[in-house]
């Protein structure tokens, strides 16, 4: 059996053992982000001098590497994030996948990596949810997480860009990315460690930015707050954004700024929607450098009404306290504002299919 809207069909080899339908619709009731997976993955193999091969989907499994593979000693490795939505009349959809795959390019550009092509990246997630399509649940705030990624397959140890890569997509069915549901969450400002710096691999979509996080994120869960916000690692004074989101600042006059793409910050695709949307709605938007300073004079002062961060799996979050080494700062009141609350909607009610999609960024699946 394949399945293919384009010329690269993908071959779909399925699981012997699949999930018992009552296990499943247990699983889909209450999921939770990034735990359960469904029974399938797709799956490409990239080599030298042939370029990609063997599209296939299989039974979801363990991955058989020899102790030499490149990624486990060179980190030689890229992901993506994005979500297939099942809409009322029982199609499923995707959000802007051509975004993921060319920010999926950039990422194998900086990594050293094969790019894989927009088509099969297309096709993959579309083999994917079409095989899997029970697992896409349909509850309020759920989806069905996807996750490609490519790593560097070859056995050697040598400091050199792999001649073998392997490139997977994993889906997950999820819920509410913040275990209690969109309300403000605190922020641990870093000032001491930096996420990435200027040169480096900051604009890539790599595992390596996230284990870079990972201390500093335990340092946050130790002041008592749930994410991180890092500053440029040149001055130290200026936003980035948090360990896997972008984020925003919304003045009191109604302007909203976002720190400027420097190279250093990835560049997120829910992030780009909501520059989007925020500027047809008549917004003064400003992507700029913007001086941890300022933002903590503003909240003082009243001039900054409401902050939020944005990615891909918890989509739009409210903050609600900034704070650091020597500050600590509630956001407006404490509770998710106007704006946030608007453009978080605004952007699901695409998604989920309960609003027009001007801009076309919705792509059926199913």
Avoid at 202 to 228: D, F, I, T
Avoid at 240 to 268: K, W
Wanted: glycine fraction near 10%.
């Amino acid at each position: 059996m394949s399945i293919s809207d384009t010329d690269l069909a993908f071959e779909v080899h399925r699981t012997d053992t699949p999930t018992p339908d009552a296990e499943r619709e247990s699983l889909l009731a209450t999921p939770k982000f990034g735990t359960v997976f469904t029974d399938h993955m797709a799956r490409v193999s990239w080599t030298q001098g042939v370029g990609w091969h063997d599209r296939r989907v299989e039974k979801y499994g363990p991955l058989q590497l020899d102790p030499a593979t490149a990624v486990l000693h060179y980190a030689q490795e890229i992901f993506e994030g994005l979500k297939a939505y099942r809409h009322a009349d029982g199609s499923v959809w995707t959000f802007r996948p051509t975004a993921n795959a060319e920010r999926l390019q950039r990422s194998a550009r900086r990594l050293a990596l094969p790019e894989l092509p927009t088509e099969d990246f297309l096709a993959s997630i579309t083999a994917l949810v079409r095989t899997d399509l029970d697992w896409v649940p349909s509850g309020e705030e759920t989806s069905l997480y996807l996750r490609p990624f490519m790593y560097a397959s070859e056995a050697f140890l040598g400091v050199r860009p792999s001649l073998q890569a392997e490139y997977l997509v994993i889906a997950s069915p999820v819920g509410s990315y913040f275990a209690g549901g969109v309300k403000p969450v605190s922020i641990w400002v870093s000032q001491d460690y930096a996420r990435a710096g200027a040169g480096g691999t900051g604009a890539a979509k790599c595992g390596g930015n996230y284990a870079a996080s990972l201390l500093p994120q335990q340092e946050a869960y130790a002041r008592g707050c749930e994410q991180v916000c890092f500053l440029d690692a040149a001055t130290g004074t200026l936003l980035e954004e948090l360990g896997g989101m972008n984020v925003f600042v919304v003045g009191a006059d109604g302007s909203v700024s976002t720190p400027r793409l420097s190279g250093s910050i990835l560049e997120g695709v829910t992030r780009s929607s909501i520059l989007t949307q925020l500027a047809e709605q008549g917004r003064e938007i400003r992507e700029r450098d913007i001086p941890l300073a300022e933002l903590l004079a503003g909240l003082r002062d009243g001039s900054v009404a409401e902050v939020f961060a944005c990615g891909t799996a918890a989509v739009v979050t409210p903050i609600g306290r900034l704070a650091g080494a020597d500050f600590d700062e509630t956001v407006g009141s404490g509770d998710a504002g106007p704006v946030t609350t608007g453009i978080r909607q605004a952007l699901t009610d695409i998604q989920y299919g309960r609003a027009a999609d001007p801009h076309g960024w919705m792509h059926r699946l199913v």
